[in-house]
């Protein structure tokens, strides 16, 4: 059996909707690379974990802790890139976002990160994007709280749910 997701534009959803669309789809596409005994192209790690800081900050990184699998993964991809690319990638394709801001913010998902360094960053790398926002519509936010209210109404997440 296979299950795919097939994503033509880079969304972080955070709080209530609010959308950010990271503007570089068509680099991580022509990143993208196969290897021995690969059966699908996968982004340079360097992308990926890129995309993994700015998408955790934004999501988790505030009053919640960040989850020990996201931790597992950010350091499994960097271990396949130098820190300058980074810099590089940022610079390229998203100026509006720092070296130091995304120095705070990959920071920010440590353990020992405290809940001030967590929302700070957070706080700082949402203002950043806020260029690249769209807030949702009426009937987005109502479906989202419909959802939430069900969410709890039921008791939190299903028991076949992979949260439970």
Not at 76 to 88: A, G, I, K, M, N
Not at 118 to 128: E, P, Y
């Amino acid at each position: 059996m296979l299950h795919l997701h097939v994503h033509t534009r880079i969304l972080v959803e955070a709080a209530r909707g609010l959308v950010y669309r990271l503007p570089f789809e068509d680099a991580m596409i022509a990143s993208a690379h196969g290897g021995p005994g690969r059966l699908f192209r996968i982004p340079a790690p360097g992308l990926e974990a890129l995309v993994l800081v700015l998408r955790t900050t934004v999501r988790w990184a505030s009053w919640r802790r960040i989850p020990r699998e996201t931790r597992e993964e950010l350091a499994y991809l960097e271990r396949f890139t130098d820190s300058r690319y980074h810099v590089d990638a940022l610079r390229r394709y998203l100026p509006a976002i720092t070296p130091e801001l995304f120095r705070q913010c990959r920071a920010a998902l440590e353990v020992g990160a405290t809940l001030r360094e967590r929302w700070g960053a957070r706080s700082r790398l949402t203002g950043a994007l806020a260029s690249y926002a769209r807030r949702p519509t009426l009937t987005e936010r109502v479906a989202h709280a419909t959802s939430a209210a069900a969410w709890h109404l039921r008791g939190g997440p299903r028991h076949d749910s992979r949260r439970a």
